[in-house]
């Protein structure tokens, strides 16, 4: 159980256009979800928390207009980075839980790898 | 700054061997702690959840708690190359959401 799904896997994308990521729960629903990014060799960084049926909450430093963040379902949550540039190329997870209690556990999406020219 | 610290690696074990990784962390109100297994070029898995003082055994995995040093860690027995991985250590802080703070892993490599 506790399946999140990740789509697409990976895009490649020219600077200036827009990408949309897809992260679902399949088998629970998740009022909760959280957007993390991993530049090579580091350590997961924490971009935002995404909150079904209202805003999105970003960590320092993340530009919320250039991450656009939709958690439109229980099942669904939508991470659009605008106007991509070099920079943005990275590997982009999300993650869920069942429950929202802090003894549960993040599942992981497999992760998009976004390239941008 | 809430801080989860580990040692980079390599760790170079051979097979069959004990691998033991570690990790400290600075926030006393942390109450979950977890490791995750990624490899190369995959998103991170699920290995191990800890959340009181005192070991806590799955198979050919320990993870050991020790809430008063602030210390976590993972022992691997039996270690096969399938073990070879960066194991990433977590900390979800007290307060609600579960907003988990990761270390920047410990590259384990198992030599056949």
């Known amino acids: 159980g506790a399946v999140v799904s990740q789509h697409p896997s990976r895009v490649i994308c020219k600077s200036g256009t827009s990408v949309k990521i897809e992260c679902r729960s399949l088998d629970f629903q998740a009022t909760t979800m959280f957007w993390y990014r991993q530049f090579p060799k580091q350590s997961l960084m924490l971009m935002a928390t995404?909150?079904?049926?209202?805003?999105?909450?970003?960590e320092q430093g993340v530009e919320k207009d250039k991450f656009l963040i939709n958690h439109a379902s229980l099942t669904l949550s939508t991470l659009t980075v605008t106007s991509a540039h070099p920079e943005d190329s990275s590997f982009y997870i999300c993650?869920?839980?069942?429950?929202?209690?802090?003894?549960?556990?993040?599942?992981f999406g497999n992760g998009t790898r976004l390239t941008v020219t | 700054q809430k801080e989860v610290e580990q040692n980079s690696g390599p760790l170079s074990v051979p097979e069959g061997a004990i691998a033991s990784l570690n990790c400290t962390y600075s926030d006393r109100g942390s109450q979950s702690f977890f490791w995750y297994r990624q490899y190369s070029g995959k998103s991170p898995e699920l290995i191990m959840s800890i959340y009181s003082n005192g070991d806590k055994e799955d198979g050919r995995f320990t993870a050991q708690l020790n809430k008063a040093s602030q210390y976590v860690s993972l022992l691997i027995r039996d270690s096969q190359p399938s073990d070879s991985a960066t194991y990433l250590c977590?900390?979800?802080?007290?307060?609600?959401?579960?907003?988990?703070?990761f270390g920047t892993g410990t590259k384990l490599q198992v030599i056949p």
């Open positions: 977590a900390v979800a802080h007290s307060g609600g959401y579960q907003k988990v703070t």
């Open positions: 995404s909150n079904e049926g209202s805003k999105a909450t970003y």
């Open positions: 993650s869920a839980s069942p429950y929202t209690g802090g003894n549960s556990p993040l599942h």
